[in-house]
Protein backbone atom coordinates (compact mmCIF):
# COMPACT_ATOMS: atom_id res chain seq x y z
CA UNK A 1 0.00 0.00 0.00
CA UNK A 2 1.68 3.06 -1.30
CA UNK A 3 0.22 6.21 0.27
CA UNK A 4 0.60 9.61 -1.28
CA UNK A 5 2.85 11.44 1.66
CA UNK A 6 5.40 8.50 2.44
CA UNK A 7 8.34 10.55 0.93
CA UNK A 8 7.45 13.34 3.28
CA UNK A 9 7.44 11.18 6.46
CA UNK A 10 10.25 8.39 6.06
CA UNK A 11 8.92 5.38 7.84
CA UNK A 12 11.48 4.16 11.00
CA UNK A 13 11.45 1.48 12.72
CA UNK A 14 8.96 1.14 15.71
CA UNK A 15 11.94 -0.88 17.48
CA UNK A 16 14.98 0.82 17.05
CA UNK A 17 14.13 3.73 15.23
CA UNK A 18 16.59 3.66 12.49
CA UNK A 19 14.55 4.60 8.90
CA UNK A 20 13.62 2.06 6.88
CA UNK A 21 15.18 0.51 3.75
CA UNK A 22 13.06 1.30 0.75
CA UNK A 23 12.93 -2.96 0.55
CA UNK A 24 11.52 -2.49 3.90
CA UNK A 25 8.49 -0.12 3.45
CA UNK A 26 5.36 -1.14 5.23
CA UNK A 27 7.44 -2.93 7.84
CA UNK A 28 7.13 -2.10 11.52
CA UNK A 29 10.04 -3.66 12.64
CA UNK A 30 13.11 -3.40 10.58
CA UNK A 31 15.27 -6.21 8.91
CA UNK A 32 17.97 -6.35 11.81
CA UNK A 33 15.56 -6.10 14.30
CA UNK A 34 13.80 -8.87 13.34
CA UNK A 35 16.79 -11.06 12.51
CA UNK A 36 18.22 -10.03 16.66
CA UNK A 37 14.75 -10.83 17.92
CA UNK A 38 14.84 -14.62 16.22
CA UNK A 39 18.01 -15.00 17.85
CA UNK A 40 17.21 -14.05 21.32
CA UNK A 41 14.28 -16.10 20.97
CA UNK A 42 16.36 -19.15 20.39
CA UNK A 43 19.02 -18.33 23.11
CA UNK A 44 16.33 -17.79 25.09
CA UNK A 45 15.52 -21.53 24.67
CA UNK A 46 18.71 -22.49 26.54
CA UNK A 47 19.11 -19.80 28.85
CA UNK A 48 15.89 -20.81 30.49
CA UNK A 49 16.88 -24.28 30.42
CA UNK A 50 19.61 -23.68 32.48
CA UNK A 51 17.78 -21.40 34.88
CA UNK A 52 15.19 -24.25 35.21
CA UNK A 53 17.84 -26.80 36.44
CA UNK A 54 19.82 -24.01 38.74
CA UNK A 55 16.37 -23.32 40.37
CA UNK A 56 15.73 -27.27 40.65
CA UNK A 57 19.04 -27.50 42.06
CA UNK A 58 18.19 -24.44 44.51
CA UNK A 59 14.72 -25.83 45.67
CA UNK A 60 15.78 -29.31 46.00
CA UNK A 61 18.87 -28.07 48.45
CA UNK A 62 16.14 -26.37 50.59
CA UNK A 63 13.71 -29.35 50.89
CA UNK A 64 16.64 -31.93 51.15
CA UNK A 65 18.57 -29.64 53.42
CA UNK A 66 17.69 -31.88 56.45
CA UNK A 67 18.81 -29.89 59.68
CA UNK A 68 21.23 -32.83 60.76
CA UNK A 69 22.50 -33.91 57.25
CA UNK A 70 23.41 -29.69 56.89
CA UNK A 71 27.09 -30.58 56.42
CA UNK A 72 26.90 -33.86 54.03
CA UNK A 73 24.66 -31.85 51.47
CA UNK A 74 25.96 -28.28 51.08
CA UNK A 75 22.90 -26.34 50.31
CA UNK A 76 22.90 -24.53 46.71
CA UNK A 77 22.77 -21.03 47.67
CA UNK A 78 19.00 -19.69 46.38
CA UNK A 79 19.44 -16.90 44.24
CA UNK A 80 16.42 -14.82 43.79
CA UNK A 81 16.58 -13.98 40.69
CA UNK A 82 16.99 -17.26 39.39
CA UNK A 83 14.16 -18.28 41.56
CA UNK A 84 11.67 -16.00 40.05
CA UNK A 85 12.90 -15.95 36.58
CA UNK A 86 11.78 -19.84 36.67
CA UNK A 87 8.75 -19.71 38.33
CA UNK A 88 5.45 -18.93 37.49
CA UNK A 89 5.61 -14.66 36.74
CA UNK A 90 8.89 -15.33 35.64
CA UNK A 91 10.25 -16.22 31.64
CA UNK A 92 6.63 -18.46 30.91
CA UNK A 93 4.58 -15.41 32.32
CA UNK A 94 6.18 -12.97 30.52
CA UNK A 95 6.25 -14.98 27.09
CA UNK A 96 3.08 -16.01 27.29
CA UNK A 97 1.50 -12.44 27.74
CA UNK A 98 3.35 -11.17 24.71
CA UNK A 99 1.61 -14.55 22.78
CA UNK A 100 -1.84 -13.49 24.48
CA UNK A 101 -1.04 -10.38 22.42
CA UNK A 102 0.14 -11.23 19.25
CA UNK A 103 -2.88 -13.92 19.34
CA UNK A 104 -5.27 -11.07 20.15
CA UNK A 105 -3.80 -9.22 17.30
CA UNK A 106 -4.77 -11.94 15.18
CA UNK A 107 -8.05 -13.13 16.13
CA UNK A 108 -6.90 -16.10 17.34
CA UNK A 109 -7.87 -17.85 20.53
CA UNK A 110 -5.62 -17.91 23.13
CA UNK A 111 -4.02 -20.93 23.92
CA UNK A 112 -4.82 -22.63 27.10
CA UNK A 113 -3.00 -22.89 30.33
CA UNK A 114 0.38 -24.92 29.20
CA UNK A 115 1.54 -26.93 32.46
CA UNK A 116 4.91 -25.58 34.27
CA UNK A 117 7.08 -23.15 33.18
CA UNK A 118 9.26 -25.98 31.32
CA UNK A 119 6.69 -27.17 29.64
CA UNK A 120 5.53 -23.87 28.50
CA UNK A 121 8.55 -22.06 27.77
CA UNK A 122 9.44 -24.07 24.52
CA UNK A 123 6.25 -23.85 23.37
CA UNK A 124 5.57 -19.65 23.63
CA UNK A 125 8.90 -19.86 22.08
CA UNK A 126 8.18 -21.57 19.30
CA UNK A 127 5.13 -19.73 18.99
CA UNK A 128 6.64 -16.52 19.16
CA UNK A 129 9.75 -17.65 16.41
CA UNK A 130 6.94 -18.86 13.97
CA UNK A 131 4.88 -15.39 14.18
CA UNK A 132 7.93 -12.83 14.06
CA UNK A 133 7.65 -11.95 11.01
CA UNK A 134 4.18 -11.47 10.95
CA UNK A 135 4.76 -9.57 13.83
CA UNK A 136 7.32 -6.97 12.33
CA UNK A 137 5.64 -6.73 9.26
CA UNK A 138 2.02 -5.90 10.31
CA UNK A 139 1.90 -5.83 14.41
CA UNK A 140 1.73 -2.23 15.48
CA UNK A 141 2.76 -3.46 19.07
CA UNK A 142 6.18 -5.14 18.20
CA UNK A 143 8.31 -2.32 19.00
CA UNK A 144 7.51 -2.57 22.47
CA UNK A 145 7.62 -6.97 22.31
CA UNK A 146 11.05 -6.43 20.84
CA UNK A 147 12.14 -4.41 23.66
CA UNK A 148 10.75 -7.05 26.69
CA UNK A 149 12.23 -9.98 24.95
CA UNK A 150 15.91 -8.52 24.63
CA UNK A 151 15.43 -7.86 28.17
CA UNK A 152 14.60 -10.55 29.25
CA UNK A 153 17.23 -11.99 27.41
CA UNK A 154 19.45 -10.13 29.18
CA UNK A 155 17.95 -10.74 32.40
CA UNK A 156 18.45 -14.64 32.07
CA UNK A 157 22.56 -14.04 31.05
CA UNK A 158 22.72 -11.94 33.85
CA UNK A 159 21.07 -14.28 36.26
CA UNK A 160 23.14 -17.50 35.21
CA UNK A 161 26.62 -15.06 34.95
CA UNK A 162 26.58 -14.93 38.58
CA UNK A 163 26.31 -18.89 38.72
CA UNK A 164 29.01 -19.31 36.85
CA UNK A 165 31.42 -16.82 38.70
CA UNK A 166 32.01 -20.07 41.72
CA UNK A 167 31.47 -22.46 39.00
CA UNK A 168 30.34 -25.90 40.26
CA UNK A 169 28.44 -26.04 43.62
CA UNK A 170 29.05 -28.95 45.93
CA UNK A 171 25.83 -30.97 46.20
CA UNK A 172 27.03 -33.96 48.84
CA UNK A 173 29.14 -36.75 48.69
CA UNK A 174 28.61 -39.75 46.33
CA UNK A 175 26.51 -42.47 48.17
CA UNK A 176 27.39 -45.54 45.84
CA UNK A 177 28.40 -48.38 47.33
CA UNK A 178 30.67 -50.14 46.06
CA UNK A 179 31.98 -53.56 47.79
CA UNK A 180 30.37 -52.92 50.83
CA UNK A 181 32.09 -49.27 50.94
CA UNK A 182 30.09 -45.87 50.30
CA UNK A 183 32.38 -44.13 47.74
CA UNK A 184 31.98 -40.65 49.47
CA UNK A 185 34.28 -38.96 46.67
CA UNK A 186 32.59 -35.21 46.51
CA UNK A 187 29.80 -34.58 44.06
CA UNK A 188 29.63 -31.40 42.21
CA UNK A 189 27.12 -29.84 39.85
CA UNK A 190 26.92 -26.90 37.16
CA UNK A 191 24.27 -24.54 35.86
CA UNK A 192 25.42 -25.41 32.65
CA UNK A 193 24.57 -29.26 32.26
CA UNK A 194 21.86 -31.32 34.43
CA UNK A 195 24.29 -33.62 34.41
CA UNK A 196 25.99 -34.76 37.94
CA UNK A 197 28.55 -37.25 37.78
CA UNK A 198 31.34 -38.63 40.39
CA UNK A 199 34.80 -38.05 39.03
CA UNK A 200 35.65 -41.33 41.45
CA UNK A 201 33.35 -44.53 40.41
CA UNK A 202 31.49 -42.82 37.14
CA UNK A 203 28.01 -42.45 38.70
CA UNK A 204 25.58 -40.03 37.78
CA UNK A 205 22.51 -38.79 38.18
CA UNK A 206 20.84 -37.15 35.02
CA UNK A 207 17.70 -35.19 35.95
CA UNK A 208 15.80 -33.79 38.29
CA UNK A 209 14.09 -37.53 38.97
CA UNK A 210 17.96 -38.57 39.57
CA UNK A 211 18.79 -36.04 41.47
CA UNK A 212 15.66 -36.77 44.04
CA UNK A 213 17.10 -40.26 44.29
CA UNK A 214 20.81 -38.85 45.14
CA UNK A 215 19.21 -37.02 48.21
CA UNK A 216 17.06 -39.93 49.56
CA UNK A 217 20.51 -42.00 48.98
CA UNK A 218 22.51 -39.48 50.56
CA UNK A 219 20.11 -39.37 53.70
CA UNK A 220 19.96 -42.86 53.63
CA UNK A 221 23.95 -43.52 53.71
CA UNK A 222 24.27 -40.63 56.37
CA UNK A 223 21.16 -42.44 58.99
CA UNK A 224 23.06 -45.64 58.44
CA UNK A 225 26.40 -44.11 59.63
CA UNK A 226 25.23 -42.50 62.42
CA UNK A 227 23.04 -45.57 63.25
CA UNK A 228 26.14 -47.93 63.22
CA UNK A 229 28.38 -44.80 64.75
ZN1 LIG B 1 14.88 -1.90 13.94
ZN1 LIG C 1 31.11 -42.19 43.52
Not at 56 to 72: E, F, H, N, Y
Not at 188 to 198: D, F, L, P, V
Not at 212 to 225: N, P, Y
Amino acid sequence: MHQPDEKYAWPTCTACGRDLWEAEAGRLACRPCETRTGERLGELATLFRQINTSAALMRGARRGGAPTSGSRTPPIPPRLEVLSLAAHGGVATRLRDIEDAWRGALGWTIAPWRGSPGQAVPEHLRFLTNNLPWACDAYDSVGQDVEEIRRLHAECKQALSHDRKPGRVNVGHCPVEIGGDVCGAQLTASTATSRIRCQACGAQWDDMWGWRELRKAQETVSVGERTAA
